[in-house]
């Protein structure tokens, strides 16, 4: 079934900050529910604050609830022995999207990955966005962090959270049949992959409870491989085309297509503040150089560039127009790189209102003013050594996209 991404009325979407409050919505949610939980999720880490989200989801499988979770076979290769063990006793269900296998992400159609974070309760409760399940103070690599990483989410009710639980309950068919096909049981992977190309019965848009903001205007967009290979890209493109006062962008791996830098320049140039706020804080050798090369056109355009250096920046948002009645924002997992808008399937909620694209601009211009640097015009005036490296990483993308079969 094709989604239609059109933004529609009936919807309550609130805006989540970090980890800790992320956690503590998804907790409360998940040890409400009588039905199931669907959670989608890159990284799976059972480390501090996410062990809370876990022994939530174990509970919930205790009491009786369908509890399926699918991670992510380079973000989460594999759950501890313990876990594994202690989700096995209650009785919820887990899938390894894509494992990596012998050869592993040397065969580029392994870099096609599952970058969502999803998650549905009984149907009428849905959450998306850029929080993984992870500690906001601890990376993988880097050990304890000093400050937390700066992500957003949003809860959501209304007809979307339909839109979203049929797409995570078609991946998890898919696996489901994936599964019985690799044990060799070929009816039971027949009626899977049946199961996923079944038409689901929506959830009618919840009643708000009283005292609530009025119902906003909200849609699902998505990016996969068959259906919906550019949605989301469309989507900035048309809702920076359409801006006349602002653009500010919040966004960890950022290395832009022609297009998208073209209706960037072309915003500025008409008189439209554009502003970015990037990963300023060194995290993976390609990510934090590639997009670095593409800097000078865009602040020789008027683009502004502010790089976030208290944290990690792992943020995937952006405000279009947030004091206007045409206000556009949008909250997900998708990066603007080749890897995003590309290869991973991704989920942003756009959402069409003016109160919560001020409360996003708003949180976004105070980190531009205390926690950010701004980039200058004589960037390009840099050691060479430093140029060099920026050079490197951004051919070995260019590489990696023509490997792929991709132009950007």
């Known amino acids: 079934m094709r989604h239609n991404p059109s933004l529609r009325d009936g919807h309550h979407i609130r805006l989540i900050e970090g980890g800790q409050g992320y956690f503590e919505s998804l907790v409360a949610a998940v040890d409400q529910a009588q039905s199931h939980v669907l959670l989608e999720t890159y990284i799976f880490d059972v480390h501090g604050a996410a062990a809370l989200v876990a022994e939530a989801l174990e509970r919930a499988a205790l009491r009786g609830v369908r509890v399926c979770l699918v991670v992510d076979g380079v973000g989460t290769p594999k759950l501890s022995e313990a876990w594994s063990q202690r989700f096995a006793r209650a009785g919820l269900d887990w899938r ?28 009428h409760t849905a959450f998306c966005g850029g929080i993984n399940i992870l500690d906001d103070w601890y990376d993988p690599h880097y050990g304890s962090l000093a400050r937390p990483r700066l992500d957003f989410a949003v809860s959501a009710q209304g007809e979307l959270v339909g839109h979203i639980q049929h797409s995570m309950l078609q991946l998890w068919w898919r696996l489901q049949g994936a599964m019985h096909v690799r044990e060799r049981k ?26 609530q903001p009025l119902p906003s205007r909200a849609a699902l967009l998505l990016r996969d ?9 469309r989507a900035y493109l ?108 991704e989920a942003n909620v756009v959402v069409a209102d003016r109160l919560f694209a001020q409360k996003l601009h708003q949180r976004l211009s105070q980190v531009i003013a205390t926690q950010s640097t701004p980039i200058s015009s004589s960037w390009g005036q840099r050691q060479w050594q430093q140029r060099l490296r920026d050079r490197i990483a951004f051919g070995l993308m260019r590489l990696a996209l023509f490997l792929t079969g991709h132009r950007y």
Request: aromatic share 8%; with cysteine; net charge positive.
């Open 238 to 345: 048309k809702a920076i085309g359409l801006a006349r006062q602002e653009v500010l962008i919040a966004n960890a791996y950022f290395l832009p297509g022609r297009r998208l830098r073209k209706a960037l320049v072309h915003a500025a140039a008409r008189g439209v503040r554009v502003r970015l706020l990037l990963q300023g804080r060194y995290e993976y050798f390609m990510q934090y150089h590639a997009a670095r090369p593409v800097y000078g056109a865009l602040l020789a355009a008027g683009v502004e560039i502010y790089e976030y250096d208290a944290s990690f920046l792992h943020a995937k948002v952006a405000v279009v127009d947030p004091d206007s009645d045409r206000s556009w924002a949008t909250v997900g997992s998708s990066n603007l790189d080749p890897l995003s808008l590309l290869l991973a399937r």
């Open 96 to 123: 390894v999207y894509s494992p990596l296998g012998t050869l592993g992400l040397l065969m580029p159609n392994r870099w096609r990955r599952l970058h969502r974070k999803l998650c549905v309760v009984d149907g």
């Open 225 to 233: 491989n068959v259906l919906h290979r550019s949605q989301i890209e």
């Open 186 to 211: 070929i009816p039971q992977a027949l009626r899977s992959f049946k199961t996923a190309g079944l038409p689901l019965s929506w959830k009618q848009a919840l009643p708000l409870p009283d005292g």
